[in-house]
């Protein structure tokens, strides 16, 4: 078989093969910018930004496709939600785990006062309610200023009023005491190595306590949806609810100590102005911003909402909250932008690069394949395309080369 023959029966194969398989679709082709969550700068002189990892594709896209993204994500055909001043959020259906929207879920942040949850995450069943405990002098080695409950150096205190105080009044005193406690033998350190190794396990990827208390500290963040992955867990916990929907609580005299009982509410105004609130927590530093977890119940659904660097011009954190509840509970039951994926569903480590998105659990298919895959498509047709347009040519070159040294051939002979 001759080469030009050869040749052109490839082009024809490669366009054929083109003309059967389908084409990647232009998705991004025309696509509107995707609207961009607010970014507020802290007062001058404002603290200085915490330096975190470079974005990694995959846990981005931890959940669903569509959650990587820096903007704003809805469902389709849901109306606006409202306009909060949070830099990040989202919202998702606290039964099904199912994503309602968001806006920058995966999008580092710093945590404040809300980083307690993943210390209630990771000891709630660690320790004995019942137990009664020491406070130490470590225990209420805190910023000066900061949110405390009250507890005195050598008071003896019952496990849950210790947890009544973290999530009642944010108590940081009461934060160091847990984290020692739940710790082991090495103590806070043992606290804090077990909240991290705990987020791992949630596949809260973008979060890393460096103080129990949500206390900035260097090398600390979290996200929108790490937070509801947290919440989730929390929330799971009987006695958690119990505790963040507990509007006041006592906190015990301690004679040996001179000092009186007292009692302390909850500084959660959801519980109190939201019809169905569950509780949560609020958090604030003048780095972090408002931050702030909340949930609700309302027809039989349960739904929570994560807010982080909200300024609080308008609005409070937890009413930004309530208003981003109120949007959730209007969408239908079946929205959904992507999941919440379940404890221990993703690897024990951080997935590694080359795990493509839609393979992790929770992620998404078909619509909900990433713009990266899109991309990479339309690449790869147009190669393919290019590379058939190119051997069309070849063949036809070869075609006129062949004829070519033909007619020289024959021109000689007749001369000769």
């Known amino acids: 078989m001759s080469l030009n023959v050869r040749v052109n029966r490839l082009a024809v194969a490669v366009i054929a093969a083109l003309m059967t398989s389908p084409l990647a679709p232009a998705t991004g082709a025309g696509a509107a910018a995707p609207v961009p969550c607010p970014r507020s700068a802290p007062p001058a002189p404002g603290p200085s930004q915490p330096v975190t990892p470079s974005p990694d594709p995959v846990q981005r896209a931890v959940g669903g496709a569509r959650l990587a993204t820096a903007g704003l994500v809805v469902p389709p055909g849901a109306p606006a939600p409202p306009r909060v001043a949070a830099t990040s959020w989202l919202v998702a259906d606290l039964e099904t785990g199912e994503v309602l929207g968001g806006c ?3 999008e580092y942040a710093t945590p404040a006062s809300v980083q307690k949850l993943l210390l209630a995450a990771t000891m709630l069943p660690r320790l004995d309610p019942a137990e009664v405990v020491t406070i130490t002098a470590g225990d209420l080695d805190i910023e000066p200023g900061s949110s405390a409950v009250g507890l005195v150096e ?19 005193e009461v934060a160091n005491a847990l984290a020692r406690l739940g710790g082991g033998a090495d103590g806070m350190t043992g606290g804090l190595r077990a909240m991290n ?11 890393h306590a460096a103080t129990p208390s949500g206390l900035d ?8 949806y790490d937070l509801a992955l947290i919440a989730r867990v929390c929330f799971d916990d009987a006695r958690f609810r119990r505790y963040v929907a507990t509007r006041e609580a006592a906190i015990p005299a301690q004679p040996g100590q001179h ?7 909850n500084d959660n105004q959801l519980l109190y102005h939201y019809p169905g609130a569950l509780g949560g927590k609020t958090g604030y530093t003048d780095l972090a911003r408002h931050t702030y977890v909340g949930a609700a119940e309302r027809g039989g659904r349960r739904l929570v909402v994560t807010l982080l660097g909200a300024d609080a011009v308008d609005q409070r954190g937890w009413e930004q909250g309530a208003a ?5 509970f209007a969408l239908p039951r079946d929205a959904s932008v992507g999941a919440l994926v379940r404890p221990g569903a993703t690897s024990a480590s951080a997935p590694p690069a080359s795990v493509p998105p839609q393979a992790l659990p929770g992620g998404a298919a078909g619509a909900e394949d990433s713009g990266r895959r ?5 690449l790869r047709s147009a190669s393919l395309v290019a590379l058939a347009i ?8 070869l075609v006129v080369r062949r004829r070519r040294l033909r007619a020289a051939t024959g021109t000689r002979a007749h001369h000769d």
């Open 104 to 106: 920058g879920p995966h």
């Open 154 to 172: 050598g008071g003896r205190y019952r496990v849950e009023t210790l947890w009544l105080g973290l999530l009642l009044r944010s108590g940081n």
């Open 197 to 207: 190794e705990q987020a791992r396990w949630l596949g809260a990827y973008q979060t």
């Open 217 to 224: 500290g260097p090398g600390q963040f979290t996200s929108a």
């Open 259 to 265: 000092a009186k009982g007292f009692t302390i509410d």
């Open 324 to 328: 981003l509840l109120d949007w959730g």
């Open 374 to 378: 899109a991309l990479a498509g339309q």
């Open 390 to 397: 190119g051997l069309t040519l070849l063949a036809g070159a």
